[in-house]
């Protein structure tokens, strides 16, 4: 079901369906909205893939996505890490069944074909029917241009376009942010990843990610069984911001709460007694700085269009039609810090597993909301929380209290721009 467009009265699609303080409701429901998104954003700007470590060795390779689209990342003998599309160059069959493991060919299933890891066509049965050519001009999609940073792996569909750098822009330092939390400075996302089909369009939960007014309300019931003080962050009383960091990313830092406090750790909702051994890996490598490190814990940023980093779990979303995606979730691993990388994982079960407390609050608000947006009347959603309050802060990004709108207004005005650009 879908809601109906305001009808046109001059202007551009996507600048009518848009406005500073509200967005229109079928931009969830739309099927030919969603349609126009995967051409304009999908397969065209950069999208976070996986990670390094999941295919740490020569010829590992893991079941990835773009979209609707099936990759297969891969890292070939020599080291390099490509993203193939799953598909047969013979007649279209899905090439690679498996959700990871360690091959350097692939074998088609249908009529033989074979691969290299790479995507270059081995060979195909009986080349007799190919005038006895044993070299025919085919191979598998490839992924054009491929770019990492930190270890994130990101694919491009479009072959010309902004760097991963320029489609970054300040996201960039909260990924390093994150690797600075490892004791030997690498993220590895190897705990494994759980996934929840949500019926719901992928926007509501990019807008969510960084909705500082939510949590109160929507994980109070976590917050109190756990003695939790992550409330508290997102309470009007609050002195976190969030910020739109340009190009659809925002955050939620936390840092001026932790500073604040000044103690080690708490961040995580422990003290560096439960963790010594990390605290103690920390200042051996950061020396004095460490303590810095260690107060102002892990960003909590949303990375436009797909790549969530909750301090301690990344999150991929991966739209499947306008009313339904996948959520992707694992713990963040920090090289060098086992005894963090075992609690990190504990309380990632605890939030988002079959039975954690924390996702499924959030996806049944974002299943509500999708039948919510299928109603006629108001058309509109409402997104002017805090706009009046809003400043630029020194690095000249806007920002607005913790609970403010100002991370969705930044996600929206980046998406009108991609929906509309080259028009
Ligand atoms: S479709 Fe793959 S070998 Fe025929
Ligand atoms: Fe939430």
């Known amino acids: 079901m879908t809601t ?46 996986g990670h390094v470590s999941e295919v740490a060795r020569p010829n590992d390779y893991v079941r990835k996505s773009i979209g609707p689209q099936d990759v297969i990342m891969t890292r070939d003998r020599d080291g390099e890490v490509h993203l193939l599309l799953n598909r047969c160059a013979h007649r279209a069959n899905l090439v690679c069944d498996d959700a990871r493991g360690n091959s350097s060919s692939f074998r088609c299933p249908y009529h033989g074909w074979t691969y290299r890891n790479t995507g270059e066509l081995l060979g195909y ?92 309300f929507v994980h109070g019931s976590i917050f109190s069984v756990t003695g939790s003080p992550i409330g508290a962050l997102y309470s009007d009383q609050s002195t976190a911001v969030t910020r739109d960091l340009g190009g659809g990313h925002s955050e939620n830092d936390l840092r001026p709460e932790f500073r604040k406090f000044g103690e080690p750790m708490r961040w995580f909702g422990t003290t560096e007694a439960r963790v010594p051994d990390y605290v103690a890996a920390m200042r051996e490598k950061h020396g004095p700085a460490a303590e810095e490190i260690l107060i102002e814990g892990a960003p909590h940023v949303m990375i436009f269009p797909n790549l969530f980093v909750a301090e301690i779990q990344v999150f991929v979303i991966q739209p499947l039609s306008a009313n339904e995606c996948v959520q992707h979730s694992t713990a963040v691993q920090l090289k060098g810090a086992p005894e963090l990388n075992r609690r990190m994982v504990s309380q990632c079960v605890g939030s988002v597993g079959p039975a954690g407390m924390l996702l499924a609050d959030d996806t049944e608000m974002y299943e509500r909301n999708q039948r919510g947006v299928t109603m006629r009347r108001p058309e509109w959603v409402d997104v002017r929380r805090g706009l009046d309050r809003e400043r630029t802060d020194e690095r000249g990004f806007r920002i607005g209290t913790a609970t403010d709108e100002t991370g969705i207004r930044g996600f929206w005005s980046h998406y009108r721009q991609l929906m509309e650009a080259d028009k």
């Not at 229109?24 to 999908?42: C, M, V």
């Not at 019926?199 to 939510?214: C, I, M, P, Q």
């Open 4 to 49: 109906t467009a305001p009808p046109t009265q001059g202007g551009s699609r996507y600048d009518r369906l848009i406005e500073p303080t509200r967005v229109h409701g079928s931009l969830y429901t739309d099927p030919e909205i969603f349609a126009e998104e995967l051409e304009r954003i999908w397969y065209r700007t950069w999208v976070y893939v």
């Open 125 to 216: 049965p009986y080349n007799k029917g190919y005038g006895g050519k044993n070299k025919l001009e085919l191979g598998m999609g490839r992924v054009p241009r491929v770019a990492v940073h930190q270890g994130f792996v990101f694919g491009s569909m479009a072959a010309d376009g902004p760097t991963l750098a320029e489609h970054l822009g300040a996201a960039a330092g909260e990924l390093d942010r994150l690797a600075r939390l490892s004791p030997e400075g690498e993220v590895e996302l190897t705990a494994g990843w759980l996934k929840h089909r949500t019926r719901a369009n992928w926007k509501l939960l990019a807008e969510n990610e960084t909705d500082g007014y939510h949590p109160q």
